[in-house]
T-cell receptor
Framework: GENVEQHPSTLSVQEGDSAVIKCTYS??????FPWYKQELGKRPQLIID?????GEKKDQRIAVTLNKTAKHFSLHITETQPEDSAVYFC??????????????FGTGTRLTIIP | NAGVTQTPKFQVLKTGQSMTLQCAQD?????MYWYRQDPGMGLRLIYY???????DKGEVPNGYNVSRLNKREFSLRLESAAPSQTSVYFC???????????FGSGTRLTVV
């Protein structure tokens, strides 16, 4: 099955600096790569996603890049703010049958923004 | 519109007790999932249901059973709880035509 590795496990950055979290996946058939943000005691929430036919996607201060050849994708957060402090999870999925598809998650990165 | 609702939010069980975690969604989603979250291990899939009437094992199904009662509801049952099942359990759902999961607020389960 799919295996997703995520690095680093913890990351501290000064407020205003950029943060980068990287993930690699094992199954070359995977074609959907979401990122989730989980604040302390809360549920994971989708913040951005990318499909395999796209190399980069941006949404305000966050962006995701995908390198299909190397089988890795990254989350970039610019101009970090205190509210960006959370645990971030990457995930990967391949579509097989309609609806019969499931996400495999990375182990998470705890991002701390230092004021 | 409540999204995905999980009950209970907290539960303490003694080893060997049984319980059922409830999940319901009001978004008319086809697919539903149960994940467990443990420190340093991310979210691991226990069981999922691609559509009403079907269920499949995920990565860590041992010690659990599920029931897709109808399109809205997907329950997770622990027949004989063990301390290794202490975890936070999340239910999620998605519609077949989109890719994003919507998660419930989680159930924090402690087995002593």
């Amino acid at each position: 099955g799919e295996n997703v590795e995520q690095h680093p496990s913890t990351l501290s950055v000064q407020e205003g600096d950029s943060a980068v979290i990287k993930c690699t996946y094992s199954d070359s058939a995977s074609n959907y790569f979401p990122w989730y943000k989980q604040e302390l005691g809360k549920r994971p929430q989708l913040i951005i996603d990318i499909r395999s036919n796209v190399g980069e996607k941006k949404d305000q201060r966050i962006a995701v890049t995908l390198n299909k050849t190397a089988k890795h994708f990254s989350l970039h957060i610019t101009e970090t703010q205190p509210e960006d402090s959370a645990v971030y999870f990457c995930a990967a999925k391949k579509s097989r049958n309609f609806g019969n598809e499931k996400l495999t998650f990375g182990t998470g990165t705890r991002l701390t923004i230092i004021p | 519109n409540a999204g995905v609702t999980q009950t209970p939010k907290f539960q303490v069980l003694k080893t060997g007790q049984s319980m059922t975690l409830q999940c319901a969604q009001d978004m008319n989603h086809n697919s539903m999932y149960w994940y467990r979250q443990d420190p340093g291990m991310g979210l691991r899939l226990i069981y999922y249901s691609a559509s009403e009437g079907t269920t499949d094992k995920g990565e860590v199904p041992n010690g659990y059973n599920v029931s897709r009662l109808n399109k809205r509801e997907f329950s997770l049952r622990l027949e004989s709880a063990a301390p290794s099942q202490t975890s936070v359990y999340f239910c999620a759902s998605k519609t077949g035509v989109s890719y994003g999961y919507t998660f419930g607020s989680g159930t924090r389960l402690t087995v002593v």
